[in-house]
C-alpha cells in the first residue's frame, strides 16, 4: 500500500489533541481528497468509537487515527504535593485553595489500542513512542496503514525496522508536542528542511514532512526535498470545523510576531504554543516538573476553568511557527486552496 492510494493528494490534516480536531473537519478534509485526522490520544475508548461513527457517516474516504504510545504512570504522594506546589502561583490566581488531583493520569494506551484495532481505520499514526513490531503486525493484518513520528534520523530508522509503513518527520518548527522517543527531548533541534532530507536519504519508507508547512508553495518544496505528503496542524487549527475554543482562535488569527516557543509547563514534554504568562510563571521551574502525563493531568484542571474564564494567559496556545500565516476558512475550501497553490508553483 502506497500513501497515494490511501489518499490523493499529498496533504495530512494534523491531528490536534483536547478536542481541536473534530469529526466534521476529519471528514471535510478526507471528502477534499486529502487525509483527515482525528487525534485520540486523550478520548476514551467509548469516545473513539462514537466519534469515528460520526467521522464514517460522513465520509466515505479514508482517515486517520492519531495516539500516544504511552505507558500509565504512578507517581508518589509527594511528587504529586511538589507538582502542585509548584503549579500554586497559577491555581492561586483562579481563586482556588487547592488543586484537585485528577481522577486519573491519562487514558490506557492498551485499551485504546484494541479500540483502533476493531475500528479499522485505513490509517494509524502514532507520537510519544514506538510500537512493538507485534502491535505493527496486528495493524496490518487489520488493514491498517500505520505512520511513526520522528524528530531525528534513529527514529526513522527504528519505526522503518519494526515495519511501519511511512514516518513523519516533525521539524522543531512544529505546533503542539515533539514526537522525540529516543535520547533527550531537547536534543532533537533539527529544523524541518534539515530534518527531512536526512529522514529520506536513510529510510525506504514514504517520509511525510512536517513543521511550518503553511502553503501550496511549502507544500511544493517538501515534495521536491523528497517527501511524500505533507503534515499541517497550525494551517488547520483555525478552520470553520476547528473544534478550538474562540479565544484561543483569536490569539491565533491576530499573533503576528508573537512569539512562540517550546515549553514543558503545561505537559511535562516538550510542545510549542504561544507564550503566555503560564509558561512565563513556571519557566523557574521547568525541568523540574514531573513527566507527561502527570503535568499535563494536573494542568488541566487549570486549563479548563482558565477556558471558562475566556483567560488566554493560563490556556495552552499549541500552534507552530508558521501561525501568522494561518486563514480561516473551511477545511474543504482550505484543501482546495492548497491544492490550486501548488500547481501555481
Same mark, same amino acid.
Given at each position: 500500500?502506497?500513501?497515494?492510494?490511501?489518499?490523493? =493528494?499529498?496533504?495530512?490534516?494534523?491531528?490536534?489533541?483536547?478536542?481541536?480536531?473534530?469529526?466534521?473537519?476529519?471528514?471535510?478534509?478526507?471528502?477534499?481528497?486529502?487525509?483527515?485526522?482525528?487525534?485520540?490520544?486523550?478520548?476514551?475508548?467509548?469516545?473513539?468509537?462514537?466519534?469515528?461513527?460520526?467521522?464514517?457517516?460522513?465520509?466515505?474516504?479514508?482517515?486517520?487515527?492519531?495516539?500516544?504510545?504511552?505507558?500509565?504512570?504512578?507517581?508518589?504522594?509527594?511528587?504529586?504535593?511538589?507538582?502542585?506546589?509548584?503549579?500554586?502561583?497559577?491555581?492561586?490566581?483562579?481563586?482556588?485553595?487547592?488543586?484537585?488531583?485528577?481522577?486519573?493520569?491519562?487514558?490506557?494506551?492498551?485499551?485504546?489500542?484494541?479500540?483502533?484495532?476493531?475500528?479499522?481505520?485505513?490509517?494509524?499514526?502514532?507520537?510519544? %513512542?514506538?510500537?512493538?513490531?507485534?502491535?505493527?503486525?496486528?495493524? =496490518?493484518?487489520?488493514?491498517?496503514?500505520?505512520?511513526?513520528?520522528?524528530? =531525528?534520523?534513529?527514529?526513522?530508522?527504528?519505526?522503518?525496522?519494526?515495519?511501519?509503513?511511512?514516518?513523519?518527520?516533525?521539524?522543531?518548527?512544529?505546533?503542539? =508536542?515533539?514526537?522525540?522517543?529516543?535520547?533527550?527531548?531537547?536534543?532533537?533541534?533539527?529544523?524541518?528542511?534539515?530534518?527531512?532530507?536526512?529522514?529520506?536519504?536513510?529510510?525506504?519508507?514514504?517520509?511525510?514532512?512536517?513543521?511550518?508547512?503553511?502553503?501550496?508553495?511549502?507544500?511544493?518544496?517538501?515534495?521536491?526535498?523528497?517527501?511524500?505528503?505533507?503534515?499541517?496542524?497550525?494551517?488547520?487549527?483555525?478552520?470553520?470545523?476547528? %473544534?478550538?475554543?474562540?479565544?484561543?482562535?483569536?490569539?491565533?488569527?491576530?499573533?503576528?510576531?508573537?512569539?512562540?516557543?517550546?515549553?514543558?509547563?503545561?505537559?511535562?514534554?516538550?510542545?510549542?504554543?504561544?507564550?503566555?504568562?503560564?509558561?512565563?510563571?513556571?519557566?523557574?521551574?521547568?525541568?523540574?516538573?514531573?513527566?507527561?502525563?502527570?503535568?499535563?493531568?494536573?494542568?488541566?484542571?487549570?486549563?479548563?476553568?482558565?477556558?471558562?474564564?475566556?483567560?488566554?494567559?493560563?490556556?495552552?496556545?499549541?500552534?507552530?511557527?508558521?501561525?501568522?500565516?494561518?486563514?480561516?476558512?473551511?477545511?474543504?475550501?482550505?484543501?482546495?486552496?492548497?491544492?490550486?497553490?501548488?500547481?501555481?508553483?
Amino acid at each position: 500500500m502506497t500513501l497515494a492510494s490511501v489518499f490523493p =493528494h499529498p496533504i495530512i490534516q494534523g491531528p490536534m489533541a483536547g478536542g481541536n480536531n473534530t469529526p466534521a473537519q476529519v471528514a471535510a478534509v478526507s471528502n477534499a481528497g486529502a487525509l483527515g485526522s482525528l487525534a485520540c490520544s486523550l478520548l476514551s475508548p467509548e469516545t473513539i468509537r462514537e466519534q469515528t461513527a460520526q467521522i464514517r457517516a460522513l465520509t466515505e474516504r479514508p482517515f486517520c487515527l492519531n495516539f500516544f504510545v504511552q505507558q500509565t504512570p504512578n507517581p508518589s504522594p509527594e511528587e504529586v504535593a511538589q507538582a502542585k506546589e509548584w503549579l500554586k502561583p497559577v491555581w492561586s490566581e483562579l481563586g482556588w485553595s487547592e488543586l484537585p488531583t485528577p481522577a486519573k493520569w491519562c487514558e490506557d494506551f492498551s485499551a485504546q489500542f484494541e479500540t483502533l484495532v476493531a475500528l479499522r481505520p485505513a490509517v494509524a499514526s502514532f507520537t510519544f %513512542g514506538i510500537l512493538s513490531v507485534e502491535q505493527i503486525d496486528r495493524l =496490518h493484518e487489520a488493514g491498517i496503514f500505520v505512520i511513526g513520528t520522528i524528530t =531525528h534520523v534513529d527514529e526513522a530508522l527504528a519505526w522503518e525496522s519494526r515495519g511501519a509503513d511511512a514516518v513523519i518527520a516533525s521539524g522543531i518548527e512544529s505546533g503542539g =508536542h515533539r514526537g522525540t522517543f529516543i535520547g533527550a527531548q531537547e536534543n532533537a533541534q533539527l529544523k524541518t528542511f534539515e530534518l527531512l532530507p536526512q529522514v529520506v536519504a536513510a529510510v525506504n519508507i514514504p517520509v511525510i514532512a512536517a513543521g511550518g508547512i503553511m502553503d501550496g508553495a511549502d507544500i511544493k518544496r517538501a515534495l521536491r526535498a523528497g517527501a511524500q505528503a505533507v503534515q499541517m496542524g497550525t494551517a488547520f487549527l483555525v478552520n470553520d470545523e476547528s %473544534g478550538i475554543h474562540p479565544a484561543y482562535k483569536q490569539r491565533l488569527l491576530t499573533a503576528g510576531d508573537h512569539p512562540t516557543r517550546l515549553t514543558r509547563t503545561f505537559s511535562g514534554r516538550y510542545a510549542r504554543g504561544l507564550e503566555n504568562r503560564f509558561m512565563q510563571t513556571l519557566a523557574a521551574n521547568e525541568r523540574q516538573l514531573p513527566l507527561y502525563p502527570i503535568q499535563n493531568a494536573l494542568t488541566s484542571l487549570i486549563r479548563s476553568e482558565a477556558a471558562k474564564r475566556d483567560e488566554t494567559e493560563l490556556m495552552s496556545l499549541w500552534c507552530g511557527v508558521g501561525v501568522a500565516r494561518a486563514r480561516p476558512m473551511a477545511a474543504a475550501k482550505l484543501v482546495e486552496t492548497l491544492l490550486t497553490e501548488i500547481s501555481a508553483t
